[in-house]
């Protein structure tokens, strides 16, 4: 019952802290022309802090964009019915390591799909890391 009163009292503590705030508008008001003076007395320090903002906020678009693109792949791409096998405690596929007979045993499994030509639609493929030079090096 508290915790469903709570937004509430929540929200009458914020209004009456805006009444007392704003009771009297002149206690913290700044002067609007002081504002546009500060301005245009200092065009080069307000010119940079509105391209830092500008780019920020540029930034930061960008990088939401980017996530968005990723995720809209990883979403569209791919088929539920895949699936990856790793020996057990593996987080990626570099990490793990699966012998012919567990590939054997995992193939022979009728959880697995079957082809039209009626054998396992399933691969062992094996991952390697190559380290290779770089132009110039």
Do not use: C
């Not at 802290?17 to 009297?24: G, I, P, R």
């Not at 791409?77 to 995992?106: C, F, M, Y």
């Not at 991952?127 to 110039?136: A, F, Q, S, T, Y």
């Amino acid at each position: 019952m508290a915790l469903k009163l709570l937004p509430l009292v929540l929200r009458l503590v914020a209004l009456m802290l805006l009444a007392w705030f704003f009771s009297d508008p002149k206690r913290y008001a700044i002067p609007f022309a002081y504002n546009l003076r500060s301005v245009t007395n200092r065009p080069v320090s307000t010119a940079t802090t509105a391209i830092g903002i500008g780019l920020t906020v540029s930034i930061f678009i960008g990088a939401l964009a980017l996530a968005a693109g990723f995720r809209a792949s990883l979403v569209t791409t791919g088929s539920p019915d895949n699936a990856i096998v790793l020996r057990k405690g593996a987080d990626s596929e570099i990490s793990s390591g699966v012998t012919l007979d567990q590939t054997h045993i995992i193939t022979a499994n009728p959880a697995v799909a079957v082809g039209p030509d009626g054998r396992p639609r399933a691969s062992a493929e094996m991952v390697i890391v190559v380290n290779k030079e770089r132009l110039g090096q």
